[in-house]
């Protein structure tokens, strides 16, 4: 009787054990809508080994889950990552900011700035077989019009309508400069009509023009899109996309060294030192759109005092900043805008590591050893090892931070308030423009992105003036007379342009990187 | 006995609330706007109160725990995660394999490690196999899970090039995973069985068989071991506990999937929905396991088997 119960206890053990076997096979991950199944590789992907030539495949490590593949509801760098594989937009961009062609063959401005007619390439096939037609076009704004994150893109679009099945034409309500990069980069992918209102679950089952058609998404482990043979641009070269989850820098690591997988997207300086000595790998470390930064509020003591916030520009110890924090990967920064922006002008005033100005500037507001600065430092726990330097750089001109580390959902709820006083954080530039900027000035963004509740009229004239301006020189004169002011005033104190770094298998081609990341459609095995 | 394990099976129902009480309390008290983890930091003011009041965030605690209890208990559903806006419960489901598996697998393999060495080095008490054992014993119960998964991996999967380092989808991939977890735990199990071993053998009915002439095999194994697993099987429960919620740091070293991580990443993004159903079901286990627990000393003790009768 003992023993046929322990047996019974065994068997049972057993059971619910192969029982979650199976379960995770079949039910493990959200198939692909009908259509592509076609292809859909079935059973395991046993890791090939880093023998090169010949394969056709492209494991890639990511450290997190994508939360939707709408793009227009989700965000984060690494969803625009694969977001470009499987969606295009109207226009390709350079990473100095130049447009061109990609979904729209040509586009033409009407002489007063405000018209823009697209003429869209004949031919192209959507993942479900339908051709891209204009009111795909026109259903993509319609459609951002309704969600948070394109809904301020739109806003600019008085109409736009289908002239025929292959022009698309755009009424603004303003001139903006910035026109073509808001809705055009890969941040405006277009979406086909039919697919959007028939797939159930369309943030799970992507459709789009890309090179590469969604497979499938099993959550924390691996995501799997497959080449888009009738991609308009030619079929691509890797056939099968696998992107793995790998939370831990490590792990990533060393699955690429021992080759299991081919490529990690972004990892962190302590473990490109070490990718660093592999003959076999590529390194490539460079400048990324993240910008980190401190906020002063303008509005409330201490630092509505200029003097104050410049001291505190002038106490950032930034290249201990970049030792530290970056581990050395990175680039020094004064002043917030990227140099790559279009309309960038080099400001005259800047802020280097001087302690002795940055104290007589402390002490000519009233402030000394016996009468220091006590404020509470917000910052949310990406930043806490840069705000820890911060707080050591402030106490140097008696300004005591008391760090508070927040949540990051909590800490973007609460950075913006009027009660908030002092900052760190970071802010990934994505549209790559001078008027990116206007979030971090405009005194209209005061409870929303301005931290600082920075407000200048003639800023705020500035910022519109700008945006306005379709001629390159007189962009460039006003938001250099911009960038002197925000320098002077100085309500940031821009600390650091960190790296981003890429390890791959140096048999693979990788043609260009973007800002935004690397279109897969360029990466070829050698 | 029947009626006893039913008993305990009732009993979950108040432990279960009240666990759903304690968490869903701390989760309403954590600082932190749900719209604003789903919409994003661009979204305005208007779209955050729209869609808590959509939500339900803006009403009353007691109520929102309430339609929290009345939607899994008539539906058994979770609601939406706020982070992915997918199913909590497809969420959970597609994680806790592995957990379940990895935990399963470790206190197997912690078990029988653990257990065999830890009874011989209680028979042999100063042989240098106990002292051998007992010294690797203190070493693996200080060395954090973490460090010695990483070691396996740079010696096992990039020097020797024997394993895989990440994921779950041969059984070769279980080995380094399944051994980062049941060698620290079984240090511990070693250490527990050999003290109770060394206790047990001392007793005087031990002696008593001794001098009956009982082979030591059936004394070690029928009369010594039997009374010393009591406190060793509360271990293993106490450690399949500890696995099914905490094999944080293993799901992160080897890429593994689980619910472990999934839960840290909710309680990050104050993903109330997620991090609600994902403590269910694993109060719900770790309810099971103790029951299991409790049923095995019934079989391993007759005396407590003769208390379940009378009852």
């Not at chain 1, 402390?362 to 910052?379: C, F, K, Q, R």
Request: aromatic share 10%.
């Amino acid at each position: 009787m003992k023993k046929l119960s322990l047996l019974l206890i065994l068997a049972l053990m057993l059971s619910v054990f192969s029982a979650c076997a199976g379960n995770s096979e079949a039910g493990g991950s959200t198939a692909a809508p009908a259509g592509s199944e076609s292809a859909a590789p079935a059973g395991d992907n046993t890791p090939a080994p880093s023998v090169s030539s010949g394969r056709d495949d492209l494991i890639i490590a990511i450290n997190q889950d994508i939360k939707t593949f709408d793009l227009m509801y989700g965000s984060g760098m690494l969803m625009t990552q694969l977001g470009i594989n499987v969606y295009d937009s109207l226009l390709q961009f350079e990473n100095d900011g130049t447009p061109n062609p990609w979904l729209a063959e040509k586009w033409e401005v009407s002489d007063n700035g405000l018209e823009y007619t697209f003429y869209l390439r004949e031919g192209v096939k959507f993942h479900n077989g339908e051709e891209l037609k204009a009111s795909d076009v026109v259903f993509t704004v319609e459609r951002g019009r309704e969600s948070p994150k394109m809904s301020a893109i739109c806003a600019n679009i008085a109409t736009i309508e289908a002239l025929d099945d292959y022009t698309v034409k755009v009424v603004c309500n303003e001139i903006s400069s910035t026109f073509l990069i808001e809705f055009c980069g890969e941040k405006f992918p277009i979406y086909n009509q039919k697919a959007v209102e028939e797939v159930e679950n369309y943030g799970d089952h992507p459709i789009g023009t890309g090179a590469y058609k969604f497979v499938s998404n099993e959550q924390g482990s691996k995501i799997e899109f497959e080449a888009f043979d009738e991609y308009w641009h030619g079929a691509p070269a890797i056939k099968k996309l696998v992107y793995r989850i790998m939370p831990d820098n490590f792990t990533a690591g060393v699955a690429l060294e021992s080759g299991d997988i081919d490529m990690i997207w972004a990892t962190n300086a302590a473990t490109a030192a070490t990718l660093e000595q592999n003959e076999k790998l590529v390194l490539l470390s460079e400048p990324s759109i993240n910008v980190l930064y401190v906020a002063m509020n303008t509005q409330a003591a201490p630092f509505n005092d200029v003097k104050v916030r410049q001291a505190v520009n002038y106490a950032m110890d930034r290249e201990m900043i970049q030792d530290i924090v970056d581990e050395g990967r990175s680039d020094i920064k004064d002043y917030l805008p990227l140099d790559t922006m279009p309309g960038f002008v080099e400001p005259k005033t800047r802020y280097s590591y001087d302690l002795d100005k940055a104290l007589s500037l402390m002490e000519a507001a009233g402030y000394s050893e016996s009468n220091p600065i006590e404020v509470t430092m917000l910052t949310n726990t990406a930043n806490q090892k840069l705000a820890e330097v911060v707080q050591e750089c402030l106490s140097a001109i008696y300004i005591k931070a008391n760090l508070d580390v927040l949540e990051t959902n909590t800490f973007t709820s609460q950075v913006y308030t009027s009660s908030t006083i002092l900052s760190v954080s970071n802010f990934n530039m994505i549209y790559n423009d001078m008027d990116m900027i206007n979030r971090f000035y405009n005194s209209a963004r005061i409870d929303l992105h301005n931290a600082p509740r920075y407000s200048n009229t003639r800023v705020d004239e500035l910022l519109e003036l700008g945006r306005g301006e379709l001629d390159v020189e007189k962009r460039r004169e006003y938001y250099g007379e911009l960038i002197e002011i925000v320098q002077e005033d100085a309500p940031y104190a821009a600390l650091s342009n960190p790296h981003i770094i890429r390890a791959y298998n140096k048999d693979l081609n990788v043609a260009k990187s973007y800002t935004h990341g690397i279109f897969m459609f360029d990466v070829s095995w050698n | 006995m029947i009626r006893y394990v039913l008993k305990r099976l009732l009993l979950m129902i108040p432990v279960l609330l009240g666990v759903a009480f304690i968490v869903f309390s701390v989760m309403s008290l954590a600082p932190g706007d749900p719209a604003r983890a789903i919409l994003g930091e661009n979204a305005t003011q208007e779209q955050l109160d729209m869609l808590n009041t959509q939500l339900g965030v803006d009403q009353p605690f007691l109520i929102r725990f309430g339609t929290f209890v009345v939607n899994v208990v008539t539906k058994l559903d979770f609601g939406l995660s706020y982070n992915s806006q997918r199913p909590v419960f497809d969420e959970i489901f597609t994680r806790f394999p592995y957990t379940l598996r990895l935990a399963v697998l470790g206190v197997i393999f912690s078990s029988i490690i653990g257990i065999s060495i830890g009874v011989f080095s209680a028979i042999k008490q100063y042989s240098p196999f106990d002292t051998i054992s007992t010294i690797l014993a203190l070493f693996f119960a200080s060395v954090p899970g973490f460090w010695f998964g990483m070691m396996l991996i740079l010696l096992f999967a990039l020097q020797l090039g024997l394993l895989p380092s990440n994921g779950l989808d041969t059984v070769k991939h279980y080995i380094l995973p399944t051994l980062s977890i049941a060698i620290p735990y079984s240090a511990g199990i070693l250490r527990l069985t050999r003290s109770t071993m060394l206790e047990t053998v001392r007793q005087d009915y031990i002696r008593t068989a001794k001098a009956k002439g009982v082979t030591e095999w059936v004394i070690i194994w029928k009369h010594a071991f039997r009374n010393a697993l009591l406190p060793v099987i509360t271990q293993l429960g106490n450690v399949f506990g500890q696995l099914l919620g905490g094999a944080v740091v293993i799901e992160t070293v080897f890429a593994i999937p689980g619910l472990g991580s999934h839960i840290v990443n909710a309680i990050r993004m104050k993903d109330t929905p997620v991090v609600m159903a994902s403590v269910m079901l694993l109060a719900f286990f770790f309810c099971l396991v103790i029951l299991a627990v409790d049923l095995l000393y019934a079989f391993v003790d007759p005396r407590i088997k003769a208390k379940y009768a009378r009852r």
